[in-house]
T-cell receptor, first 115, second 111 residues
């Protein structure tokens, strides 16, 4: 079955500390991978995407992710977090067929940045 | 300029009522989607339309009926609302393998 697994439901971290949010995908999911962020009571905003090419992908707000095919992982990292990074983060893979496809989401990781 | 806009943002109604949520995108994308986010924040695809044609119809009750008058619009009509329909409904659009752009969501509460 196609699936995207986020290994941590909650990640508390202190401000200015580094953070890694983990994501694994099943091999049946295409290797079009995305990270989205959802701030409280808001929609989903694209952080970064991997479609092909360099396995290290840089996104907005200082986030980056590394695509690792052998480990079927797409972990999200930031070297120094801010209070404003507190949000829910979703990893997603594209279930692609023909000319379109839907996203399969992980269950989300709630990042809480403490002062 | 909002790329994907949904209306209304909040919808509070009683069980048994019929309601509609509208979605419009101005990105020129061919494909539009409806996702449901439950109380645990889990997001799941409901429907997908490509150029007004239904592509994906997940195991959603028949009470939910999407309608796409043109490729820039995808509306969601829900009949006989039930308590379990309370959720946040997100519209999205995309082109090919490109990222999906999401609306701000419609928060549906059933009393």
């Amino acid at each position: 079955a196609q699936s995207v697994t986020q290994l941590d439901s909650q990640v508390p971290v202190f401000e200015e500390a580094p953070v890694e949010l983990r994501c694994n995908y099943s091999s049946s999911v295409s290797v079009y991978l995305f990270w989205y962020v959802q701030y409280p009571n808001q929609g989903l905003q694209l952080l970064l995407k991997y479609l092909s090419g360099s396995t290290l992908v840089k996104g907005i707000n200082g986030f980056e992710a590394e695509f690792n095919k052998s480990q079927t992982s797409f972990h999200l990292r930031k070297p120094s977090v801010h209070i404003s990074d507190t949000a829910e983060y979703f990893c997603a893979g594209l279930n692609y067929g023909g000319s379109q496809g839907n996203l399969i989401f992980g269950k989300g990781t709630k990042l809480s940045v403490k002062p | 300029d909002t790329a994907v806009s949904q209306t209304p943002k909040y919808l509070v109604t009683q069980m048994g009522n019929d309601k509609s949520i509208k979605c419009e995108q101005n990105l020129g994308h061919d494909t539009m989607y409806w996702y449901k986010q439950d109380s645990k924040k889990f997001l799941k695809i409901m429907f997908s339309y490509n150029n007004k044609e239904l592509i994906i119809n997940e195991t959603v009750p028949n009470r939910f009926s999407p309608k796409s008058p043109d490729k820039a619009h995808l509306n969601l009509h829900i009949n006989s609302l039930e308590l379990g329909d309370s959720a946040v409904y997100f519209c999205a659009s995309s082109q090919g393998t490109g990222p999906q752009h999401f609306g701000d969501g419609t928060r549906l509460s059933i009393l």
